[in-house]
């Protein structure tokens, strides 16, 4: 049998799959995602298709194409994953019973971010700002100093989450909910969570960051192609040469 999920082909473990219909399995992800099969199908999931999950997820879902399509390339616990491949990151559903939905953003969607704990501002950063209250060092993941700030020198978090400002007038704020319940922070659990919500920050940091680059890109390519537009009026005697350099002149002072 293989153990690659047959709706999204992310590979499973003993866990979190469960056996469909020709010796296939499927991922608990997925089949949270297909709200639209009958309580019989989810009862006799060795009777339904893979085919079938994946019409009730684009019916069930408002972008079930792109979770179809979504291939995350890093996942950050089970808080966050990334597809650098299609420029997306999501937030996976939550709960079991009643399962929040999937969240699904594009890279471009990212205006900024605060990490707050307790309710305070330990760590922001975003699009054309700099990343304060923990520092990138070397590639994706690898941060050193930490989640620093203003943070106050208490025992005890309550709440630990990454508040996200993104593109969309109707939802423009989402939560990232890394820690919900009183937790020591001595304990380890506190310090493997402090480090992905480190690590969290870096990768957004530097999504805004790429953003920003291809933005200028765009924007030095668009300048040339203009400029070469006139240029090609010039060749060909639609404009006269003291036309051309004053219309140079206006395209260069825009850089």
Same mark, same amino acid.
């Given at each position: 049998?293989?153990?690659?999920?047959?709706?999204?082909?992310? $590979?499973?473990?003993?866990?979190?799959?469960?056996?469909?219909?020709?010796?296939?399995?499927?991922?608990?992800?997925?089949?949270?995602?297909? !709200?639209? @099969?009958?309580? !019989?199908?989810?009862?006799?999931?060795?009777?339904?298709?893979?085919?079938?999950?994946?019409?009730?997820?684009?019916?069930?879902?408002?972008?079930?194409?792109? @979770?179809? =399509?979504?291939?995350?390339?890093?996942?950050? /616990?089970?808080?966050?994953?990334?597809?650098?491949?299609?420029?997306?990151?999501?937030?996976?559903?939550? /709960?079991?019973?009643?399962?929040?939905?999937?969240?699904?953003?594009?890279? $471009?969607?990212?205006?900024?971010?605060?990490?707050?704990?307790?309710?305070?501002?330990?760590?922001?950063? /975003?699009?054309?700002?700099?990343?304060?209250?923990?520092?990138?060092?070397? /590639?994706?993941?690898?941060?050193?100093?930490?989640?620093?700030?203003?943070?106050?020198?208490?025992?005890?978090?309550? $709440?630990?989450?990454?508040? *996200?400002?993104?593109?969309? *007038?109707?939802?423009?704020?989402?939560? *990232?909910?890394?820690?919900?319940?009183?937790?020591k922070k001595s304990s380890n659990y506190y310090k493997l969570i402090s480090q992905q919500a480190q690590e969290c920050l870096s990768v957004f940091q530097l999504i805004c960051e790429k953003q920003k680059d291809n933005s200028t890109n765009n =924007?030095?390519? =668009?300048?040339?192609?203009?400029? @070469?537009?006139?240029?090609?009026?010039?060749?060909?005697?639609?404009?006269? !040469?003291?036309?051309?350099?004053?219309?140079?002149?206006?395209?260069?002072?825009?850089?």
């Amino acid at each position: 049998m293989n153990n690659s999920c047959a709706v999204c082909n992310e $590979s499973t473990n003993y866990f979190n799959r469960r056996k469909i219909s020709d010796d296939k399995v499927v991922c608990q992800n997925c089949l949270k995602r297909a !709200k639209n @099969l009958s309580l !019989k199908q989810l009862a006799f999931l060795k009777n339904v298709t893979a085919e079938e999950i994946k019409k009730s997820i684009l019916e069930s879902n408002n972008k079930g194409d792109e @979770l179809l =399509s979504f291939k995350a390339t890093k996942s950050i /616990g089970n808080f966050v994953q990334f597809d650098d491949t299609n420029e997306k990151w999501l937030i996976p559903s939550k /709960g079991n019973f009643i399962p929040t939905p999937d969240l699904i953003f594009n890279y $471009s969607d990212i205006v900024d971010f605060e990490l707050l704990e307790n309710g305070e501002t330990v760590a922001s950063g /975003g699009l054309g700002r700099a990343l304060v209250g923990g520092a990138l060092f070397g /590639g994706v993941g690898a941060i050193v100093g930490g989640i620093t700030g203003k943070r106050k020198n208490k025992g005890v978090c309550s $709440s630990l989450r990454l508040k *996200i400002t993104i593109n969309d *007038i109707n939802n423009p704020v989402v939560y *990232i909910d890394f820690i919900e319940s009183k937790t020591k922070k001595s304990s380890n659990y506190y310090k493997l969570i402090s480090q992905q919500a480190q690590e969290c920050l870096s990768v957004f940091q530097l999504i805004c960051e790429k953003q920003k680059d291809n933005s200028t890109n765009n =924007s030095s390519l =668009s300048l040339a192609d203009e400029l @070469l537009k006139f240029k090609e009026l010039l060749d060909v005697g639609a404009i006269t !040469k003291e036309e051309y350099e004053e219309k140079k002149e206006e395209i260069l002072k825009q850089k």
